[in-house]
């Protein structure tokens, strides 16, 4: 594959981070279209997102600085490369810094959270999808060996990739990567398509957590278990740990959701009442 898409003189630009960014600027005119659907503010989704963007990127590189601290002060030129550095717990920080930046955000400027929510879920997915399709040209979060005669599989043949990801040159993998990432741009469409139709606020956000969930799961499978954690003897890896935390939280979303009367306009419906009085 190809960890560095091109060159601008000495200057290489990572196809991981060309990748992203074009799934981040995908992801946010996704926005703008469902934050209408949803009738929520589009311009303040923008502003959420945003927000939410720059607070995952300065989580994850703040604790790769806290990390590694001590190499730095002796080669603070490395700070560059921290930029190719990609762990399941960089992902798991970003996700939890970019949250904490919307839900405050949301409050601060009046969003409703369900709907915010809901506009927010495929945009998400469809980003998730390009990041895992920067991964895989670059190597970063590779599968297991394959059987040579996969006609699908990945070989990484550029030293970049063992040295920026670690990935084993030569060898045929599973491109797990690719399996991953055409999860989420199904989970993407599902629930675009479903938005406009959904139940009542907050269904798209919890089936989100479920759909992100067994995506993760699933795909680990074929992921090289290094630096990942195991749990229960290696029966389950650390990101498999947060998949499953993922599907509860959404399970319990929706089990709330539908707890609660099925009218789809309780406003509308209290006016009848009073009126029938």
């Not at 720059?54 to 700070?79: I, K, Q």
């Not at 394959?146 to 993998?173: H, M, Q």
């Not at 759909?211 to 993760?216: L, S």
């Amino acid at each position: 594959m190809h960890p560095v898409l091109f060159h601008i003189g000495r200057v290489l630009i990572p196809s991981y981070g060309a990748v992203s960014a074009l799934g981040v600027l995908l992801a946010l005119a996704f926005a703008q279209r469902t934050a209408r659907i949803v009738d929520i503010d589009a311009g303040k989704v923008w502003n959420l997102s945003i927000l939410g963007l720059f607070a995952a990127l300065a989580a994850t590189r703040l604790l790769l600085v806290a990390a590694n601290l001590t190499a730095l002060r002796h080669h603070p030129g490395w700070l560059l490369g921290l930029a190719m550095v990609h762990h399941p717990l960089l992902a798991a920080a970003g996700a939890l810094a970019a949250a904490a930046s919307a839900v405050w955000y949301a409050r601060r400027a009046g969003l409703p959270f369900p709907p915010t929510a809901d506009a927010l879920a495929p945009p998400i997915a469809l980003g998730l999808a390009f990041e895992q399709l920067g991964a895989l040209a670059a190597g970063s979060g590779f599968g297991t060996d394959a059987d040579p005669g996969l006609a699908w599989a990945v070989t990484y043949t550029n030293p970049l990739a063992a040295i920026w990801s670690g990935a084993p040159l030569g060898v045929p993998l599973h491109p797990v990567q690719a399996y991953a990432a055409l999860a989420f741009l199904a989970l993407a469409l599902l629930l675009f398509v479903w938005l406009p139709v959904r139940c009542r606020p907050g269904d798209i956000a919890g089936l989100w957590l479920m759909g992100t969930g067994i995506a993760i799961y699933l795909t680990e499978f074929w992921r090289d278990p290094e630096g990942r954690g195991s749990l229960l003897s290696g029966a389950i890896d650390g990101p498999q740990i947060g998949a499953v935390l993922l599907v509860l939280a959404g399970a319990l979303a929706l089990r709330e959701r539908k707890s609660g009367p099925l009218d789809r306009h309780p406003a509308g419906a209290a006016g009848e009442n009073r009126g029938a009085a």
